[in-house]
């Protein structure tokens, strides 16, 4: 097995004995990647001689110490490109500074390594939206690596790094990481700030890792949570160790199963294995209790015109003229943002601008935009009151497994409404992880696990359970 395959806790306990050195560690990323991502399509870019010095200078006495994490390329990192897998950003912009989190993982010795590839903007649930690249699910040949944090979960699943940071607007760190069989666990909004994270919905975005296992979703969340000034809705709370009380077990757990989740759209087979996680928490002395989450259905039309609208006026600024690829010979400035941004920007990013417009537009605002946010309100109210009842809720992360490469690419509709089972915790601030069940006819399946907000100790000791159950770490190597 790789150093690149291996958890960031085994690779720190070998660290810290002597046994390897961070530059070993580093080269063997650097070798992977280099004779493997071919094949799959994680990385856009990634710098081996600055990921090499930092590993001879890394602090050992550092959390993390002299570990690689690789980077969603829509995260700041100094001296590296940010491309967001758009052409509009491709080899026309370097970042100045670092994002927060990435400040706070190199606080903590940590590494960044490389920029991950996703959907164009975070805008997609397949990374089949990217405008760089195809990313291919290494734990599913021939099957979307889901999205839009693909090319992290990607990386992970394919045993190029051992982490990575993604972020999470409507699922787009748990439903790649269910779809790849890694962990990906998505904070509290606020938990987490949010600077140097290029804006797609900026009530909805939080930056969170993707892992081998739960200990090292702790690990990186201890890293990279906490108040930031730089961030107003970033949280001032204490951030506890989140690896504290892992193994405590689920006794005495109640644990909400939401009957809303379970429908006729769900595939049997990931209802079963859902089921049959609760069933041996049960087992194991967690009450099980049926709740209600009654206004569900509601959540992927209120998710879509929300997150559009914040969409279309956060890439406004992306015109041609401050940063990014300008359009050649324009006749004027209204012809410049024109051109610029149709050679710019693709479909989905399009898509998404105009629908976030026209439910901002005059005469529409009250009809879409308020009533959305009205909904979004109810939404949140309804966690609350379940909340009240049960210390964490099981879902499934998805309908089904990943589908078929290019099943859905005609058809946007088919792709929103695979967010069905993430998006609320989206709308209510809530934090949510995927935890890796036992695959289906070889494909991954995760199981969601919600938590109220600021619980993230809660979902964390639950899907650490879970885990030990499904003993699937480590992982058969895959392959495309």
Do not use: W
């Amino acid at each position: 097995m790789s150093l690149a395959s291996s958890s960031l806790y085994s690779l720190r306990q070998k660290l810290v004995t002597g046994e390897i050195s961070s530059r070993e560690i580093i080269q063997d990323v650097i070798d992977q990647i280099t004779t493997r991502d071919e094949e799959i399509g994680a990385f856009l870019s990634f710098d081996p001689e600055t990921a090499l010095t930092a590993a001879d200078q890394a602090d050992l006495a550092l959390p993390l110490g002299g570990l690689p994490i690789g980077i969603k390329d829509n995260i700041n990192v100094k001296g590296q490109p940010c491309t967001c897998a758009s052409k509009f950003l491709e080899g026309a912009f370097t970042s100045p500074y670092d994002a927060t989190a990435v400040i706070r993982l190199k606080a903590a010795g940590a590494i960044p390594f490389g920029r991950t590839n996703l959907d164009e903007f975070a805008m997609g649930s397949s990374t089949e939206n990217s405008g760089l690249q195809t990313t291919h699910n290494p734990s599913a040949p021939g099957h979307i690596p889901g999205g839009s944090s693909g090319g992290s979960a990607a990386a992970v699943a394919g045993q190029l790094i051992p982490a990575t940071l993604g972020s999470d607007t409507g699922g787009s760190i748990r439903q790649p990481a269910s779809h790849c069989g890694v962990v990906g666990l998505k904070p509290s909004y606020g938990r987490v700030s949010r600077y140097g994270l290029v804006a797609f919905g900026s009530s909805l975005d939080q930056i969170g890792p993707l892992t081998h296992t739960v200990h090292d979703a702790a690990l990186l969340l201890n890293a990279i949570a906490g108040e930031d000034p730089r961030d107003s809705t970033s949280l001032d709370e204490s951030v506890p160790d989140f690896t504290d009380d892992l193994d405590r077990g689920v006794v005495g757990m109640k644990l909400g199963i939401p009957k809303e989740y379970f429908t006729d759209g769900i595939s049997p087979q990931v209802r079963e294995r859902v089921e049959a996680a609760a069933k041996k928490l049960e087992e194991q002395g967690a009450e099980i209790v049926e709740i209600s989450l009654p206004h569900t259905e509601y959540a992927v039309a209120t998710y879509y015109i929300i997150a559009p609208a914040e969409a279309s006026s956060n890439l406004s600024r992306f015109d041609g003229v401050r940063y990014g690829n300008r359009a050649d010979n324009p006749e004027d400035m209204l012809s410049l943002y024109k051109k610029s941004r149709e050679a710019g920007f693709g479909s989905e990013v399009k898509r998404r601008i105009i629908l976030g417009t026209y439910v901002l537009s005059s005469g529409y605002y009250d009809a879409y935009y308020l009533r959305a946010q009205k909904v979004r309100t109810l939404i949140r109210r309804d966690f609350e009151e379940a909340f009240k009842q049960v210390d964490a809720i099981l879902t499934p992360v998805a309908p089904e497994t990943a589908p078929v490469m290019g099943d859905a690419t005609g058809d946007p509709l088919k792709h929103y409404l695979a967010d069905i089972f993430t998006i609320s915790a989206n709308l209510a601030g809530n934090c949510g992880i995927s935890v890796p069940l036992e695959p289906i006819d070889g494909k991954p399946v995760g199981l969601q696990i919600l938590g109220p907000y600021l619980g993230e100790k809660e979902i964390l000791r639950c899907a650490r359970t879970v885990e030990a159950n499904q003993q699937v770490f480590p992982m058969k190597q895959s392959t495309i």
